[in-house]
């Protein structure tokens, strides 16, 4: 199966502050969805994004398959940003069994 | 609408009990799938379906039955829980296998 790497492991943030989080895999893919697990161990979809930019709100993500990378972008911080992002990826090809990366931890001080 | 439902949401077992965990959805969704979430690991796949009356092993399989009698509801079975079963255990379903998938909200299991 393909490698998903995330990066940074861990972010400390102070509240209003802009952050970026990246995820790269190996090989090329046709899947690939962030998640952000909140403190209650909940894990919420925030984008589904084979490839392409989307918005929602003070979130953004933009993954360019070609170059085997994804971003998340997180602008003006809040404290329930707060818990651990994910990003989850498929290889192209036909394989049902996706890869999470292992996540980085997101802490927003007030 | 429920989305995914995964009952219960905690669990304690004695080593060599067994158990299922229920995980059913109401989108009509072809695709479900278990994972484990340790400490550090991230999420890895147990078993997964890609409908009715056909299910395959992921990465993790060992220890672990799955079944898909229907398209809504397919359940965990622990046969002989042993303390390395410790985990949070999520479902989740997706359209196809290559689509957005969505997830319950876990069951933390504990086995002593």
């Known amino acids: ?110 | 609408n429920a989305g995914v439902t995964q009952t219960p949401k905690f669990q304690v077992l004695k080593t060599g009990q067994s158990m299922t965990l229920q995980c059913a959805q109401d989108m009509n969704h072809e695709y479900m799938s278990w994972y484990r979430q340790d400490p550090g690991m991230g999420l890895r796949l147990i078993h997964y379906s890609v409908g009715a009356g056909i299910t395959d092993q992921g990465e993790v399989p060992n220890g672990y039955n799955v079944s898909r009698s229907t398209t809504e509801d397919f359940p965990l079975r622990l046969l002989s829980a042993a303390p390395s079963q410790t985990s949070v255990y999520f479902c989740a379903s997706s359209y196809k296998a290559n689509t957005e998938a969505f997830f319950g909200q876990g069951t933390r299991l504990t086995v002593v």
């Open chain 1, 1 to 110: 199966g393909i490698q998903v790497e995330q990066s940074p492991p861990d972010l400390i943030l102070q509240e209003g502050a802009n952050s970026t989080l990246r995820c790269n895999f190996s090989d090329s893919v046709n899947n690939l969805q962030w998640f952000h697990q909140n403190p209650w161990g909940q894990l919420i979809n925030l984008f589904y994004i084979p490839s392409g930019t989307k918005q929602n709100g003070r979130l953004s993500a933009t993954t360019v398959a070609t170059e085997r990378y994804s971003l998340l972008y997180i602008s003006s911080s809040q404290t329930t940003d707060s818990g651990v992002y994910f990003c989850a990826s498929r290889a192209s090809g036909g394989s049902y069994i996706p890869t999470f990366g292992r996540g980085t931890s997101l802490i927003v001080h007030p």
